[in-house]
């Protein structure tokens, strides 16, 4: 499973991905992988008051990714997402890591068969 971000037509990347590109309508037609990147923490927060299956305390990060290398429009990329420790800070460096469950499938109210569960939660490195 790849943590891909999705790139228009002209160069625009976003995560996650839409239809249309947000910044200039055209169709987003290519994926850009991020597994293999370090990104940084530009915010984070903890949750402590979690949806059902979802761990408590819940810390979550929004992380930038540096594309400046890569030839698009954009110089970066925004994901949020889970962290794997509460130890987290502005700044940090932080990797995607595949998690085979992202909550737990048996709280709630969805069939478990009914979704994907695994995912990418960020790992300071």
Not at 48 to 59: D, E
Not at 98 to 111: F, M, S, T
């Amino acid at each position: 499973m790849s943590f891909d971000a999705y790139v228009c037509e002209n160069g625009h990347v976003t995560y996650p991905g839409h239809t249309l590109c947000p910044v200039c309508g055209a169709k987003q037609t290519e994926t850009l992988d991020l597994t293999e990147r370090t990104g940084e923490v530009v915010t984070w927060t903890k949750s402590t008051a979690t949806p059902p299956g979802v761990r408590a305390p819940n810390t979550i990060a929004i992380v930038q990714f540096d594309l400046a290398e890569a030839d698009l429009a954009d110089d970066y990329v925004r994901a949020v997402g889970q962290v794997t420790t509460e130890a987290v800070e502005t700044g940090d460096a932080v990797e995607p890591v595949y998690v085979e469950e992202l909550r737990d499938p048996e709280a709630g109210i969805k069939v478990p068969e009914s979704q994907d569960w695994d995912g990418y939660r960020f790992e300071p490195v």
